[in-house]
């Protein structure tokens, strides 16, 4: 490691080969090499010693709402990138909705970048949207470096982001194919949502009922179906309902090219326990019930569901009130998804292994960042650092979170983010922050 400027020494290491005692050589923002951990330090070269520890691959976050600019009462791409740093998250990746204006053409996408340039406190890239009548900035976007399109089979919630039926679903996948892009996709079905019951009011179980496993079962059908036909590459936004996973698993072995992703609320909130009029527990699909979500945990175990993300998608408070009909759909969770998929993770017997396999090394895979996502020579030096047996109580205070609703307030999580670094820099450390530091991120093939 003899042009190494920094080496991080950990008793336990996580690297695509396992956990291990090593010294990671960074170099100009790059790992230069994973060493053993007595391995001698360079004359110049800072040891920072993190004894036991633990040194992961900064996590890559691929579902976030930014929602800067237009929406920035809701968050900021200031406060996003430095609650993400908080939780140990190095990169992420900012949907096209809810900011104004959407990310669906060149120039809009222009305007995000310029307002994001000087906010990011971490690495930042975009998807595009995909909407009724844009098929033609498709592929602008796809050149000026989106990494993928996003589109709704269902109302998405705001106006300006129209859903797609799906035969404008069949023109958007074409057009994206064409170009080998990568479709992302909310599935509910909207005829299923049309049909089931609307009670509103604050009782969770309306709500529930009023967001039923079969609209996404259907739509992830539907998508499989359209995928297979025209061989496209897709992507499930945040899987709910463990119903669809046999779908999901038999496409896999068919050969289509679906990936899945799902979210710490799936994974460690239930239905059962979600008050009612507490609307800081709704997103769209639902928080479902615990048998739901043990298949879930069994689908990222056997590879059917591939990463976890956090979609989160925060508004102000007065915003979530307590009808669930009309509250803002929209978890927030960014600082904490660390620590609560690394909570119920331990409880069920996986490893943190598992859990930056889940949330680093497959969502930098999903997106084509292969700079990112894993501890070895030739990547990014972006880590957290982790103590994993540490617990804290979740105080919405302290979250960097422009608001401060969430839905695990008062949990006790296990997973304490010592620091964390962006190629080779500590960009937070025990809450104290640097000036910012991130990059804007573009597709490469
Ligand atoms: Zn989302």
């Known amino acids: 490691m003899s042009d190494a400027e920094l080496v991080l020494r950990s008793t336990r290491v996580i690297t695509p080969e396992g956990t291990r005692a090593a010294s990671v050589a960074v170099s100009a923002g790059k790992i230069t090499a994973v060493l053993g951990h007595d391995a001698e330090v360079p004359s110049g070269a800072r040891l920072v010693d993190l004894g036991d ?7 890559v976050d691929t579902h976030v709402h930014v929602n800067d600019p237009g929406r920035t009462e809701w968050e900021g791409f200031w ?6 740093a908080a939780g140990g998250i190095t990169t992420l ?26 906010k990011a406190h971490i690495d930042v890239g975009f998807w595009g949207g ?12 796809h050149e000026a470096g989106v990494f993928g399109f996003k589109a709704f089979l269902s109302p998405s919630g705001v106006e300006e982001f129209p859903h797609l039926d799906q035969d404008r679903l069949a023109r958007s996948l074409a057009e994206i194919t064409s170009f080998g892009g990568l479709l992302i996709v909310h599935a509910e079905d909207p005829h299923h949502l049309d049909a089931a019951p609307q009670h509103g009011g604050p009782r969770y179980a309306d709500f529930l009922a009023s967001r039923p496993r079969d609209a996404e079962d259907t739509a992830i059908a539907q998508l499989i179906a359209q995928a297979k036909r025209l061989h496209a590459r897709v992507h499930v936004l945040h899987l709910s309902s463990s119903d669809a996973l046999p779908l999901i698993a038999e496409a896999k072995r068919d050969g289509v090219r679906i990936t899945v992703e799902t979210c710490p609320h799936y994974l460690t909130l239930t239905a059962e326990e979600v008050p009612d009029g507490a609307s800081e527990f709704k997103c769209c699909p639902p928080i479902r019930e615990s048998a739901n979500q043990d298949l879930l945990w069994q689908a990222l175990a056997d590879g059917t569901v591939d990463c976890v993300v956090t979609d989160h998608s925060p508004s102000t408070a007065d915003l979530k009130t307590d009808d669930f009909a009309t509250a803002w759909g929209g978890i927030s969770g960014l600082q904490l998804s660390l620590a609560a998929v690394w909570t119920e993770a331990r409880r069920r017997g996986h490893g943190l292994e598992d859990v930056v396999r889940w949330m680093s090394a497959r969502t930098a895979q999903l997106v084509g960042l292969d700079q990112k996502g894993a501890i070895e020579a030739g990547r990014d030096a972006d880590f957290a650092v982790l103590a994993p047996d540490e617990t804290f109580t979740v105080d919405p205070a302290a979250l960097q979170h422009r608001n401060r609703v969430t839905a695990y307030a ?14 080779g820099e500590r960009i937070v450390a025990d809450g104290e922050f640097t000036d910012p530091k991130g990059r804007l991120l573009t597709r490469t093939d």
């Open 410 to 423: 008062g949990k006790t999580l296990y997973g304490v983010v010592k620091s964390t670094w962006l190629r």
């Open 130 to 141: 995909a909407l009724p009548d844009n098929v033609k900035d498709l592929r602008p976007l």
């Open 93 to 118: 990746v900012d949907m096209p909705l809810n900011s104004l204006p959407p990310t669906t053409t060149v120039d809009n996408l222009r305007t995000k970048q310029e307002v994001a340039a000087d």
């Open 79 to 84: 406060t996003a990138t430095r609650a993400a």
């Open 53 to 59: 520890d633990v040194l992961l691959p900064g996590l």
